[in-house]
C-alpha cells in the first residue's frame, strides 16, 4: 500500500438504477485519508462502493481515482483492494495461498513472494499461520488475514464493506487499531463502510453520510459529528 | 414429548411398515434363491450370464463418465452466464427428463437420432453416409445422457451456487484469469460432489430396464434387468432368471456400499435458478463458448421433446380416444397409481412417526437407535432388489397358487409403491421434521391432539409436501414399463404398456398418440407438485 501520491477518489453525478431503486451519487473522498461511509441500512452505502470498486457499473456519470477515469475498467484493473464482512477469504485454500492469489492471480510465486506473505502475516499478528486453513481461525484472525492480503497487493486505494460488524465489540476496537496502523504506514485512501458511530468517532478523518440513495452530507469529520441539521445524522451518530 | 399412547402406535406403525417391507422383498428373494429348477446341464453362471454382466457395468460406466463430464462444462457455463436469456427456463428444462416416462423419453430419442429420425436424415443429406444409430450400445449411451446429465448439472450448478457471493467479487477484484477461477474456486466447490452423482448416475443406469429393453436388445447389447424379464417372459427359462437376478443384487449391493462411503449430494437446493453475479462472464469469447455449450445442451434436451409433441398430434385422436382398450389402460393406469401411491404415502408416514416416536424417548436404548437406523435404511433396501427381481420371485412363489395374472395387478401396485418409497421419503421427511420441530411443543403446551391437531395444525402445512409426494409417485407409477413387463397381458393392460406393444406391432402412429397422452398426464402431475414445492419456499421468503 504504498501510494506515491495520494489517489482521491471522485465520484461525479453518478446515476445508476437497480430494480425500482434509483441511486444519484456526487462525492469526493479526498487521498489519503479514511473517510467513513455511513447511513441507514438500505441507502446505498455498499453500492457506492460497488460503483468505485468496479462491480456496478453507472448509467451515467464518471469515477476518477488518482485522477484517471475507471469508469469503464474491469474490477482488476482498478487500483483497489477489498475487504468485505465476510467470506473474504476461500475457504478451501490455506492462507498463504489466498494470500499469494493477491500477488500473482495465477498463482506462479517467487521465494520472494513468499517472503513477502510471511512479513504480512507477521505484520496483522498471523506470523507462522502460512499453512492454516480459514476454517481454523477465529472471525478476527479472518480479517486480519485479509488485511495481510490488502498489504501485499500494495495497492493506493483499500475498500471495506462493514469489516468488523460480525466482530465482537472488544475485537473491533483491536480491529479497528490495526487497521489505523496500517493506514499510517503506508498513506492509502481508505473508504470503510460501517454503520457504528463509534468506529466513525474513532477512525474517520472525512466522513459521508447516505440517505434515500443520495449523498445527503460530505464533510471533515469534526463538522461532521457536529451537524444537527441532516435528518437521520443525529439519530445515527447518538445511537 | 409425546403421549404414551402415541410412542405405541409409533412403535407399532414401524414394526409393522417394516415387517410388511422386509417380507415383501425377503420372500421373492428366497423363492429365487430355493426356486428348484431341476438340472439344466449348465453352470450357474455361464459365459453368457458373465456377458451380460460385463455389458451392464459397460454401458453404465462410459453412461456415468459421458453424463458428468458433459454435466460439468454445463453447469459451469450456466454458473457463469446467470443473464443468460432464458436461463430460468433451460434450468426448469432440465427437471423435465426426471418426470417424463421412460419409455417417452426413448420414443422421443428415436425421432431423433433414429433411423429416420431428424438428425440421420440431416446427416444423410449432407453425404455423411455412416449416421448414428439409436440401437445399440451407441443408443443407450445417448438416452441415458439425456436422462442423467440434466440431473447431474442440476446437482453441479446447486452446488456452485452455494459458493458466498464474495467469492466472485474476490475473483474479479483479483484479477484471476478463468484457469485460476476454476482451479481455485470451482473445482473445489464441484470436486466433492463428483463422486457421490457419479455413484447416483451409475446405480440409474445399472439399473435401467426401459431404455435398454427399447434401445439395446439382443445378446450384444443387453443388461441383467433385460436378461431376466427376456428369461422369464419368452424364454421361461427360471433358472438363468434366477442367476442373473443374484448378480444384479450383487452389482447393486456393491453400488449401494459404495455410494454410502460417498458424501451425497444434497438434492434439497438443487439448482434454484437465482445466482450470484458473476464478473468473469462477460468477455465475448466466454460468452460465445458457454452460450454455443448451453444452446447445444438445450437442443439435445429439447428436439426429443419436440418430437413426441410433433409426432404425437399427428396421430388420430378421433379413432384412439374411442378405442375401448384405450380407456380400459388410463382407468387401470390411474387406480395402479393411486393405489401405489397411497401405500408409498401411508408406509412413509408411518416410517417418520416411528421414528419420531423412537427419537422421543429420552434415552433411547440400542434397540431403539438400531431400530430407528433400520427404518430409515429401508428405502435403500427398496433399491437394493430391483422391481424386475422382486418381480421374478414373486411370479416363481405364486405360480404354483395359479395363474399369475390373477395376482398380477397387486403385484404392479406393491412393487410402484416400493419403488417410489426412496422418493416419497425424501419429500416428507424433511417436511415432517421442519413442522414438528416448530410445532410440536406448542400443540403439546396447548393440549391439542387427536383429529382437531390433525385439522388445525398438521395438514394445513403438510398438504403442500403430501400433494407433491402423491404426484411424484403417482407420475412414477404412471410412467413405469418395468413391474408392467413381467405381468402385462390382455388383462393388464397400463398405457405405457399400450405404448410398447402398439410399437411392438409397428403401430407406430397409434404408440406416438398414446405417448403423448401419457408424457402430458405425467409432467402434468410433476408440474403440479413441483408447483406446490415452489410456493411453500416463496412462503419461507
Same mark, same amino acid.
Given at each position: 500500500?504504498?501510494?506515491?501520491?495520494?489517489?482521491? #477518489?471522485?465520484?461525479?453525478?453518478?446515476?445508476?438504477? *437497480? /430494480?425500482?431503486?434509483?441511486? $444519484?451519487?456526487?462525492?469526493? %473522498?479526498? @487521498? &489519503?485519508?479514511?473517510?467513513?461511509?455511513?447511513?441507514?441500512?438500505?441507502?446505498?452505502?455498499?453500492?457506492?462502493?460497488?460503483?468505485?470498486?468496479?462491480?456496478?457499473?453507472?448509467?451515467?456519470?464518471?469515477?476518477?481515482?488518482?485522477?484517471?477515469?475507471?469508469?469503464?475498467?474491469?474490477?482488476?484493473?482498478?487500483?483497489?483492494?477489498?475487504?468485505?464482512?465476510?467470506?473474504?477469504?476461500?475457504?478451501?485454500?490455506?492462507?498463504?495461498?489466498?494470500?499469494?492469489?493477491?500477488?500473482?492471480?495465477?498463482?506462479?510465486?517467487?521465494?520472494?513472494?513468499?517472503?513477502? #506473505?510471511?512479513?504480512?502475516?507477521?505484520?496483522?499478528? *498471523? /506470523?507462522?499461520?502460512?499453512? $492454516?486453513?480459514?476454517?481454523? %481461525?477465529? @472471525? &478476527?484472525?479472518?480479517?486480519?488475514?485479509?488485511?495481510?492480503?490488502?498489504?501485499?497487493?500494495?495497492?493506493?486505494?483499500?475498500?471495506?464493506?462493514?469489516?468488523?460488524?460480525?466482530?465482537?465489540?472488544?475485537?473491533?476496537?483491536?480491529?479497528?487499531?490495526?487497521?489505523?496502523?496500517?493506514?499510517?504506514?503506508?498513506?492509502?485512501?481508505?473508504?470503510?463502510?460501517?454503520?457504528?458511530?463509534?468506529?466513525?468517532?474513532?477512525?474517520?478523518?472525512?466522513?459521508?453520510?447516505?440517505?434515500?440513495?443520495?449523498?445527503?452530507?460530505?464533510?471533515?469529520?469534526?463538522?461532521?459529528?457536529?451537524?444537527?441539521?441532516?435528518?437521520?445524522?443525529?439519530?445515527?451518530?447518538?445511537? | 414429548?409425546?403421549?404414551?399412547?402415541?410412542?405405541?402406535?409409533?412403535?407399532?406403525?414401524?414394526?409393522?411398515?417394516?415387517?410388511?417391507?422386509?417380507?415383501?422383498?425377503?420372500?421373492?428373494?428366497?423363492?429365487?434363491?430355493?426356486?428348484?429348477?431341476?438340472?439344466?446341464?449348465?453352470?450357474?453362471?455361464?459365459?453368457?450370464?458373465?456377458?451380460?454382466?460385463?455389458?451392464?457395468?459397460?454401458?453404465?460406466?462410459?453412461?456415468?463418465?459421458?453424463?458428468?463430464?458433459?454435466?460439468?462444462?454445463?453447469?459451469?457455463?450456466?454458473?457463469?452466464?446467470?443473464?443468460?436469456?432464458?436461463?430460468?427456463?433451460?434450468?426448469?428444462?432440465?427437471?423435465?427428463?426426471?418426470?417424463?416416462?421412460?419409455?417417452?423419453?426413448?420414443?422421443?430419442?428415436?425421432?431423433?437420432?433414429?433411423?429416420?429420425?431428424?438428425?440421420?436424415?440431416?446427416?444423410?443429406?449432407?453425404?455423411?453416409?455412416?449416421?448414428?444409430?439409436?440401437?445399440?450400445?451407441?443408443?443407450?449411451?445417448?438416452?441415458?445422457?439425456?436422462?442423467?446429465?440434466?440431473?447431474?448439472?442440476?446437482?453441479?450448478?446447486?452446488?456452485?451456487?452455494?459458493?458466498?457471493?464474495?467469492?466472485?467479487?474476490?475473483?474479479?477484484?483479483?484479477?484471476?484469469?478463468?484457469?485460476?477461477?476454476?482451479?481455485?474456486?470451482?473445482?473445489?466447490?464441484?470436486?466433492?460432489?463428483?463422486?457421490?452423482?457419479?455413484?447416483?448416475?451409475?446405480?440409474?443406469?445399472?439399473?435401467?430396464?426401459?431404455?435398454?429393453?427399447?434401445?439395446?436388445?439382443?445378446?450384444?447389447?443387453?443388461?441383467?434387468?433385460?436378461?431376466?424379464?427376456?428369461?422369464?417372459?419368452?424364454?421361461?427359462?427360471?433358472?438363468?432368471?434366477?442367476?442373473?437376478?443374484?448378480?444384479?443384487?450383487?452389482?447393486?449391493?456393491?453400488?449401494?456400499?459404495?455410494?454410502?462411503?460417498?458424501?451425497?449430494?444434497?438434492?434439497?437446493?438443487?439448482?434454484?435458478?437465482?445466482?450470484?453475479?458473476?464478473?468473469?462472464?462477460?468477455?465475448?469469447?466466454?460468452?460465445?463458448?458457454?452460450?454455443?455449450?448451453?444452446?447445444?445442451?438445450?437442443?439435445?434436451?429439447?428436439?426429443?421433446?419436440?418430437?413426441?409433441?410433433?409426432?404425437?398430434?399427428?396421430?388420430?385422436?378421433?379413432?384412439?380416444?374411442?378405442?375401448?382398450?384405450?380407456?380400459?389402460?388410463?382407468?387401470?393406469?390411474?387406480?395402479?397409481?393411486?393405489?401405489?401411491?397411497?401405500?408409498?404415502?401411508?408406509?412413509?408416514?408411518?416410517?417418520?412417526?416411528?421414528?419420531?416416536?423412537?427419537?422421543?424417548?429420552?434415552?433411547?436404548?440400542?434397540?431403539?437407535?438400531?431400530?430407528?437406523?433400520?427404518?430409515?435404511?429401508?428405502?435403500?433396501?427398496?433399491?437394493?432388489?430391483?422391481?424386475?427381481?422382486?418381480?421374478?420371485?414373486?411370479?416363481?412363489?405364486?405360480?404354483?397358487?395359479?395363474?399369475?395374472?390373477?395376482?398380477?395387478?397387486?403385484?404392479?401396485?406393491?412393487?410402484?409403491?416400493?419403488?417410489?418409497?426412496?422418493?416419497?421419503?425424501?419429500?416428507?421427511?424433511?417436511?415432517?421434521?421442519?413442522?414438528?420441530?416448530?410445532?410440536?411443543?406448542?400443540?403439546?403446551?396447548?393440549?391439542?391432539?387427536?383429529?382437531?391437531?390433525?385439522?388445525?395444525?398438521?395438514?394445513?402445512?403438510?398438504?403442500?409436501?403430501?400433494?407433491?409426494?402423491?404426484?411424484?409417485?403417482?407420475?412414477?407409477?404412471?410412467?413405469?414399463?418395468?413391474?408392467?413387463?413381467?405381468?402385462?397381458?390382455?388383462?393388464?393392460?397400463?398405457?405405457?404398456?399400450?405404448?410398447?406393444?402398439?410399437?411392438?406391432?409397428?403401430?407406430?402412429?397409434?404408440?406416438?398418440?398414446?405417448?403423448?397422452?401419457?408424457?402430458?398426464?405425467?409432467?402434468?402431475?410433476?408440474?403440479?407438485?413441483?408447483?406446490?414445492?415452489?410456493?411453500?419456499?416463496?412462503?419461507?421468503?
Amino acid at each position: 500500500m504504498t501510494a506515491s501520491e495520494p489517489s482521491g #477518489i471522485r465520484v461525479q453525478n453518478v446515476g445508476l438504477t *437497480l /430494480g425500482t431503486r434509483k441511486f $444519484r451519487f456526487d462525492c469526493e %473522498l479526498p @487521498g &489519503g485519508a479514511i473517510t467513513a461511509i455511513t447511513g441507514p441500512s438500505g441507502s446505498g452505502k455498499s453500492t457506492l462502493l460497488n460503483l468505485i470498486a468496479g462491480f456496478e457499473t453507472p448509467d451515467s456519470g464518471k469515477i476518477s481515482i488518482g485522477g484517471s477515469n475507471v469508469t469503464a475498467l474491469h474490477p482488476s484493473q482498478r487500483p483497489v483492494s477489498l475487504v468485505f464482512q465476510d467470506n473474504n477469504l476461500f475457504a478451501h485454500l490455506d492462507l498463504a495461498t489466498n494470500i499469494g492469489l493477491g500477488i500473482h492471480p495465477a498463482l506462479k510465486l517467487t521465494s520472494g513472494d513468499r517472503k513477502r #506473505i510471511s512479513e504480512a502475516l507477521e505484520r496483522v499478528g *498471523l /506470523g507462522g499461520y502460512e499453512k $492454516r486453513m480459514p476454517g481454523t %481461525l477465529s @472471525g &478476527g484472525e479472518r480479517q486480519r488475514a485479509a488485511f495481510a492480503r490488502a498489504l501485499v497487493r500494495q495497492r493506493p486505494v483499500l475498500l471495506l464493506d462493514e469489516p468488523f460488524a460480525a466482530l465482537d465489540p472488544g475485537l473491533r476496537q483491536s480491529m479497528a487499531r490495526l487497521l489505523l496502523e496500517l493506514h499510517r504506514e503506508t498513506g492509502n485512501t481508505v473508504a470503510i463502510v460501517t454503520h457504528d458511530a463509534g468506529e466513525v468517532r474513532q477512525l474517520a478523518d472525512h466522513a459521508l453520510f447516505i440517505d434515500h440513495g443520495e449523498v445527503a452530507l460530505q464533510a471533515e469529520i469534526e463538522v461532521f459529528l457536529m451537524r444537527r441539521d441532516v435528518p437521520g445524522l443525529t439519530e445515527f451518530l447518538d445511537l | 414429548m409425546l403421549t404414551k399412547a402415541e410412542r405405541q402406535r409409533g412403535y407399532a406403525g414401524g414394526g409393522v411398515v417394516f415387517a410388511g417391507i422386509t417380507l415383501f422383498i425377503a420372500l421373492a428373494v428366497i423363492a429365487l434363491l430355493f426356486f428348484d429348477s431341476g438340472d439344466t446341464g449348465r453352470p450357474l453362471f455361464d459365459a453368457y450370464v458373465w456377458r451380460i454382466l460385463r455389458f451392464t457395468l459397460l454401458q453404465a460406466g462410459l453412461s456415468t463418465l459421458l453424463s458428468v463430464a458433459l454435466a460439468l462444462p454445463l453447469a459451469l457455463a450456466l454458473a457463469r452466464q446467470p443473464k443468460f436469456p432464458g436461463r430460468i427456463w433451460i434450468i426448469r428444462l432440465m427437471a423435465v427428463p426426471m418426470g417424463l416416462p421412460v419409455l417417452i423419453g426413448a420414443l422421443g430419442l428415436i425421432g431423433i437420432w433414429g433411423r429416420t429420425g431428424v438428425l440421420n436424415s440431416g446427416l444423410a443429406m449432407i453425404g455423411v453416409s455412416d449416421p448414428v444409430s439409436i440401437y445399440g450400445l451407441s443408443g443407450i449411451l445417448i438416452a441415458h445422457v439425456f436422462f442423467n446429465l440434466p440431473l447431474a448439472c442440476r446437482l453441479l450448478l446447486a452446488g456452485l451456487e452455494r459458493l458466498p457471493p464474495e467469492y466472485w467479487r474476490l475473483s474479479a477484484s483479483l484479477g484471476l484469469p478463468s484457469f485460476s477461477v476454476f482451479r481455485f474456486v470451482e473445482w473445489p466447490a464441484v470436486k466433492p460432489l463428483l463422486a457421490g452423482i457419479a455413484g447416483l448416475v451409475f446405480m440409474l443406469c445399472a439399473t435401467s430396464f426401459t431404455l435398454v429393453l427399447v434401445l439395446g436388445g439382443g445378446p450384444a447389447a443387453t443388461t441383467l434387468e433385460v436378461a431376466i424379464y427376456q428369461s422369464l417372459r419368452f424364454d421361461f427359462d427360471p433358472a438363468r432368471a434366477i442367476s442373473l437376478s443374484l448378480l444384479q443384487i450383487a452389482v447393486t449391493a456393491s453400488v449401494l456400499a459404495l455410494m454410502a462411503l460417498l458424501p451425497t449430494p444434497g438434492d434439497d437446493n438443487a439448482a434454484t435458478g437465482r445466482s450470484a453475479r458473476r464478473f468473469d462472464g462477460g468477455s465475448s469469447a466466454a460468452r460465445f463458448w458457454d452460450g454455443i455449450f448451453i444452446v447445444l445442451a438445450v437442443l439435445f434436451l429439447c428436439l426429443p421433446l419436440v418430437s413426441i409433441l410433433v409426432a404425437g398430434v399427428k396421430a388420430d385422436f378421433a379413432r384412439l380416444l374411442t378405442t375401448p382398450v384405450f380407456w380400459k389402460a388410463v382407468w387401470t393406469s390411474v387406480w395402479i397409481a393411486l393405489m401405489a401411491a397411497m401405500i408409498s404415502l401411508a408406509a412413509a408416514i408411518t416410517i417418520i412417526n416411528a421414528r419420531a416416536a423412537l427419537a422421543d424417548s429420552r434415552k433411547p436404548g440400542l434397540t431403539a437407535r438400531s431400530f430407528s437406523a433400520l427404518l430409515a435404511s429401508l428405502s435403500s433396501l427398496v433399491l437394493l432388489v430391483p422391481p424386475v427381481v422382486i418381480g421374478t420371485g414373486w411370479f416363481l412363489l405364486l405360480r404354483p397358487y395359479g395363474e399369475v395374472s390373477r395376482f398380477a395387478p397387486l403385484l404392479v401396485v406393491m412393487i410402484n409403491a416400493m419403488t417410489a418409497l426412496p422418493f416419497v421419503m425424501r419429500v416428507l421427511s424433511p417436511a415432517f421434521a421442519i413442522h414438528r420441530q416448530r410445532t410440536a411443543r406448542q400443540a403439546t403446551n396447548l393440549g391439542v391432539f387427536g383429529f382437531t391437531r390433525l385439522r388445525l395444525i398438521d395438514l394445513p402445512v403438510l398438504k403442500t409436501p403430501l400433494a407433491t409426494a402423491l404426484s411424484f409417485a403417482m407420475a412414477l407409477s404412471l410412467g413405469d414399463l418395468g413391474a408392467v413387463a413381467l405381468f402385462g397381458s390382455e388383462d393388464l393392460v397400463t398405457l405405457p404398456w399400450l405404448v410398447y406393444s402398439r410399437l411392438g406391432s409397428y403401430r407406430t402412429a397409434d404408440a406416438d398418440g398414446f405417448a403423448l397422452i401419457l408424457a402430458l398426464l405425467c409432467l402434468g402431475l410433476t408440474i403440479a407438485g413441483t408447483a406446490g414445492q415452489r410456493d411453500r419456499k416463496d412462503e419461507r421468503g
